[in-house]
């Protein structure tokens, strides 16, 4: 697929992976809405591409997801990259948290597609992209809120591509490994095959153009997760020391 003046809404752009990916399709000439909660770090960003404009938006408001809805409905492409993540254990839930997340990365995508993707399916024209995560494969120690989170919002994009497969609105699901942003540096364990954001970002742009509804990297790491998801739940737990997640 090409890029090039092919209009896109990156939602999370203002930090770590969106903003690899914001500047990733603007070298292969995309029109782009950026898209997250800070306005400064998003107008320096949009100032250093060709062709980018800023369209804030509150992840945890509605009326703020709707507005911003209205105003990117006739866009080619959107990419759902928003993300929450905090360390939490079972043992530690801290319920306000766990839930701030859930909004962030699951029901916030839920208003957001919502308000774009009937308008593609009118079209017969759209692209679709959601930005999941190994960690929703299978469940971890101490992903709580995290993990369930992104299942939900993979098991989501398998759901919008039965409803839209045949038509011209194209969905796809890309589940990283960890990578270097401020969210992996919570984190206080080893962290296999970590990619810095631009390697992310090329990934995410060649599984974009893949065509593949779920594309999972770096490997071999991924089919650790992949082939978790299909065993025994005892022999699964086993494939994962305590802490060690995406």
């Not at 603007?26 to 062709?51: F, M, P």
């Not at 190994?134 to 992903?143: F, W």
């Not at 893949?210 to 790491?221: D, I, N, R």
Request: some cysteine.
């Amino acid at each position: 697929m090409t890029f090039a003046d092919r209009s896109w809404w990156i939602i999370g752009a203002s930090e770590g992976l969106g903003r690899a990916l914001a500047q990733a399709l603007d070298a292969e000439g995309a029109r782009l809405i950026l898209s997250a909660r800070s306005v400064d770090r998003l107008n320096t960003l949009a100032e250093s591409l060709h062709a980018a404009e800023v369209l804030p938006v509150d992840l945890r408001d509605p009326r703020s997801i709707e507005t911003a809805a209205k105003a990117a409905a006739e866009v080619d492409g959107i990419i759902y990259c928003a993300g929450a993540y905090d360390p939490m254990s079972a043992q530690n839930w801290d319920i306000e948290t766990s839930v701030q997340m859930t909004e962030v990365n699951f029901t916030a995508a839920l208003r957001v597609l919502g308000g774009v993707v009937p308008g593609f399916a009118a079209r017969n024209h759209g692209h679709v992209v959601l930005i999941g995560s190994l960690a929703g494969y299978v469940g971890l120690p101490g992903a709580i809120g995290y993990g369930s989170s992104k299942a939900a919002l993979m098991h989501l994009g398998e759901c919008l591509q039965a409803d839209l497969k045949g038509t011209g609105v194209t969905v796809q699901v890309i589940n990283p490994g960890f990578i270097r942003t401020r969210l992996t540096e919570k984190n206080d364990f080893a962290m296999p095959m970590i990619l810095d954001a631009d390697d992310a970002a090329a990934r995410c742009v060649a599984a974009m153009r893949s065509g593949h509804l779920m594309s999972s990297f770096p490997a071999p790491f991924s089919w650790l997760f992949r082939l978790a998801a299909l065993l025994p739940r005892r022999v699964a737990r086993r494939l994962f020391r305590e802490g060690e997640k995406p």
